[in-house]
């Protein structure tokens, strides 16, 4: 098992955790010394309330979490059984205490009341590159020179297992133009491509190869181009409330188009950022991959997450209807060679009948 996360540390500290975790803190010596560390910051902090001043250690200490952690998280856990006992009373008094603490000790400390634009920026990578469970997204997304316009695209992610993965693209009208899945369980990726109204699936067999993720492929890219904008000087951030909640509004000084030998390079970029969970909600880029210019807009419509076993076994498969036709293959790492391949060996075969 994993080494605790933070939110782990504490639930096992407040004996709220699993007993799976509270085996693990008390087998592990480094998870052992974080939890006891904590139940002493606890008391400390709770003790600091009433004080005029914490002690040292301890205000460092909120410092650097002040600094560090993504504002706005919350854990909500389970509440097991109707009966309030002993254990809820001190939940409660826990909560109160904490209201104290957030109220009366932390300004004491000088906690930052203000983000920069980096500090949103870096924020958004951290929820981006910490994803757990599987991540269902629903957004609009166009390339300049691609496309008749926005696409919406539906995404289903298993960030524990990130080859495992389904991608829908809709046109703008809502007819399914492609797809492509792939589930390294049931050895099988698939792939949908619309033709003259009508769809052709490629079931692929992996065999031995080796599952890449398009996902991961695609936010690195993202996360490349988050990191330079974090990186540029003199990014404007504004804030907007919406319906949605509070956004942070970050927009990278346009720079004029230059040569350059590196693969990727940022001429423009704004990211439209929530202020809770700093998940992306908008994106827009322009610059050169490869050399070659590309611009892109991104546009989130809903976004949900759901541990693993919540979700149906079939989810990550493509299902064919009565009118699809169905092709066989063999899996490799080169998407596109698998279909185009898949393609000619079946006119091959057509032509020897």
């Known amino acids: 098992m994993a080494c605790l996360t933070d939110a782990d540390v504490q639930a096992v500290a407040d004996g709220e955790a699993p007993d799976a975790l509270g085996t693990h803190a008390a087998a592990c010596a480094s998870c052992r010394g974080r939890v006891d560390l904590r139940r002493i910051e606890m008391t400390e902090l709770v003790a600091a309330a009433g004080r005029a001043s914490p002690p040292p250690r301890l205000e460092a200490r909120v410092r650097e979490a002040a600094r560090s952690a993504p504002r706005g998280a919350t854990a909500l856990r389970e509440v097991r059984g109707r009966a309030i006992g002993a254990r809820a009373i001190a939940a409660l008094a826990t909560a109160a205490a904490t209201g104290a603490v957030v109220f009366l000790v932390l300004p004491r400390f000088g906690a930052p009341t203000r983000l920069s634009a980096a500090e949103v920026l870096g924020r958004s990578l951290q929820t981006l590159s910490n994803a757990r469970g599987v991540e269902r997204l629903e957004y609009e997304l166009a390339f300049a020179g691609f496309g008749d316009g926005p696409h919406r695209i539906e995404q289903l992610v298993d960030h524990d297992?990130?080859?495992?993965?389904?991608?829908?693209?809709?046109?703008?009208d809502g007819t399914l133009e492609s797809a492509i899945s792939q589930d390294p369980a049931a050895?099988?990726?698939?792939?949908?491509?619309?033709?003259?109204?009508?769809?052709?699936?490629?079931?692929?067999a992996a065999g031995r190869t080796p599952f890449v993720s398009l996902p991961e492929l695609a936010e690195a890219q993202v996360e490349a181009i988050i990191?330079?904008?974090?990186?540029?000087?003199?990014?404007?951030?504004?804030?907007?409330?919406?319906?949605?909640?509070?956004?942070?509004?970050?927009?990278m000084p346009a720079a004029p188009p230059h040569a350059t030998k590196a693969l990727l390079d940022l001429y423009q970029a704004r990211a439209v950022i929530d202020a809770n969970d700093f998940h992306i909600a908008e994106f827009s880029a322009t610059g050169t991959l490869l050399r070659q210019p590309y611009a892109v807009t991104f546009k989130l419509i809903r976004r949900t997450l759901q541990p693993a076993a919540g979700v149906a076994p079939g989810a990550f498969a493509l299902e064919p209807g009565p009118d699809d036709v169905v092709l066989h293959g063999e899996a490799t790492n080169d998407p596109l060679f698998d279909v185009l391949g898949t393609v000619l060996r079946e006119v091959g075969r057509t032509k020897d009948r």
């Open 161 to 172: 297992r990130p080859t495992r993965y389904r991608i829908a693209n809709y046109r703008a």
């Open 227 to 251: 990191g330079m904008m974090e990186a540029t000087a003199n990014q404007n951030l504004s804030i907007v409330d919406t319906a949605e909640g509070r956004q942070y509004v970050v927009q």
């Open 187 to 204: 050895g099988r990726r698939w792939h949908l491509i619309r033709v003259d109204g009508r769809n052709y699936i490629f079931e692929l």
